[in-house]
């Protein structure tokens, strides 16, 4: 597999590790404020992402079909997004500040069910990922090895504080910082294995491009919409969360622009 390939795969990894390690400096949960913040920042990059790297991909891959480009885009999106509904019925999961698990009844512990929360939402990442170095692998000229690394490095910057999101808490309900370390590496361990098994499946995955990219697509804005904007909109001071919002939107629009 070719460095470059194996860099795109890792940066958004890399981003997760980085953030889960801070559980090693910091002494305390985060600020709720703070929470807001970065959860807003994520969700910024992820709609910003589906967008530019994703969906306009997706359309302009189904040129030939004229006026009617966008039904690749509209299929791959509501597939992607009844994908993610069908997981977050099937796998128990609990949100961020949430006392009540979703999903089916499991004898699991709120720790475990935290980082499952944010693994759910990671495979549509790794997936996103995926879909684009498989397309720049295929020769696609509408998908350039710019374009992939600015949607990895996008993702590694809003993983960065989905990391920490995940380990503080977990130190704080009583793991050791360690584990607690484990614990928000392996939420976004997903994200490098849906993307290797995307590209080693890149010569079925090629004909149907268009609707995997707005699978992802649809997969992120659903996770985005279902719990990361009512995260950063819960309680008092609301506003924190739309303005890092916007920040997030305008540097991964930036960066798709620049590099891809």
């Given amino acids: 597999m070719p460095v470059e390939i194996i860099e795109g795969l890792s940066i958004p990894f890399l981003g997760t ?5 801070c559980v090693f400096f910091m002494r305390s949960a985060l600020n709720r404020s703070v929470q807001k913040g970065l959860t ?3 969700a910024g990059i992820m709609v910003a992402a589906s967008i530019w ?3 306009i991909p997706a ?9 009617y480009a966008c039904l690749p885009a509209v299929i791959g999106f509501w597939i992607g997004t009844l994908f993610l509904l069908a997981l977050d019925h099937i796998i128990p999961h609990l949100h961020m500040n949430a006392k009540k698990a979703e999903g089916p009844k499991s004898r699991l512990s709120r720790n ?7 693994t759910l939402h990671n495979i549509p990442e790794g997936m996103a990922v995926g879909v684009v170095l498989a397309g720049y692998l295929s020769g696609d000229a509408n998908l350039s090895l710019g374009a992939a690394l600015a949607l990895s490095i996008g993702i590694a910057i809003q993983n960065f504080p989905e990391g920490a999101i995940v380990s503080m808490p977990l130190a704080a309900n009583g793991m050791s910082r360690f584990k607690a370390f484990i614990g928000g590496v392996l939420s976004g361990i997903v994200e490098p294995i849906g993307g290797c098994l995307t590209i080693l499946a890149a ?5 149907i491009l268009p609707y995997l990219l707005a699978f992802a697509a649809g997969a992120m804005i659903y996770v985005v919409v279902e719990e990361l ?13 739309v303005i890092t919002f916007a920040v997030g ?3 991964m629009m930036a960066l798709d622009t620049i590099l891809g």
């Fill in 229 to 241: 904007i009512p995260e950063m909109s819960e309680g008092e001071h609301s506003d924190i969360g």
């Fill in 53 to 55: 790297s994703l969906l």
């Fill in 112 to 118: 475990t069910m935290l980082v499952l929360a944010v």
């Fill in 59 to 67: 359309m302009e891959e189904s040129a030939a079909l004229g006026r």
């Fill in 249 to 251: 939107f305008t540097l």
């Fill in 40 to 42: 807003g920042f994520a």
């Fill in 203 to 207: 010569s079925y995955v090629v004909p």
């Fill in 17 to 21: 590790s980085l953030g889960a390690a």
